[in-house]
Nanobody, 125 residues
Framework: QVQLVESGGGLVEAGGSLKLSCAAS????????MGWWRQAPGKEREFLVA????????FPSNSIKGRFTISRDNAQDTVHLQLNSLKPEDTGVYYC??????????????????WGQGTQVTVSS
């Protein structure tokens, strides 16, 4: 069982920045690929980007390309998502996810992926 705890969400003006963090339980977190999904109001959950222990990274979603950056601290079992040039359409709940591989995290498969509780990001225009 992997427990994930997100932090860093909040309210920010358009053009601003936030940094999200996700801490994994030390028992198993460091061996897992980790990543981020988000769910905007009234929309389905969307995969954003993931990173593995070797710091291999998936192609980011087109919606965040060039603006969001994922990073990982294996010693702290933590993954971060730096959000820059935020837009109102980036508003939503951001979820941390963990799975055995990058493909697993990107699949979002319910029986293969662990999820955090989510952190709210609100971007005002």
């Amino acid at each position: 069982q992997v427990q994930l705890v997100e932090s860093g969400g909040g309210l920010v003006e358009a053009g601003g920045s936030l940094k999200l963090s996700c801490a994994a339980s030390r028992r198993t977190g460091s061996s897992y690929a980790m990543g981020w999904w988000r769910q905007a109001p009234g929309k389905e959950r969307e995969f954003l980007v993931a990173i593995n222990r070797s710091r291999g990274v998936t192609f980011p979603s087109n919606s965040i390309k060039g603006r969001f950056t994922i990073s990982r601290d294996n010693a702290q079992d933590t993954v971060h998502l730096q959000l820059n040039s935020l837009k109102p359409e980036d508003t939503g709940v951001y979820y941390c996810a963990a799975g055995l591989t990058l493909d697993t995290v990107q699949s979002g498969a319910k029986n293969l992926v662990y999820w955090g509780q989510g952190t709210q990001v609100t971007v005002s225009s």
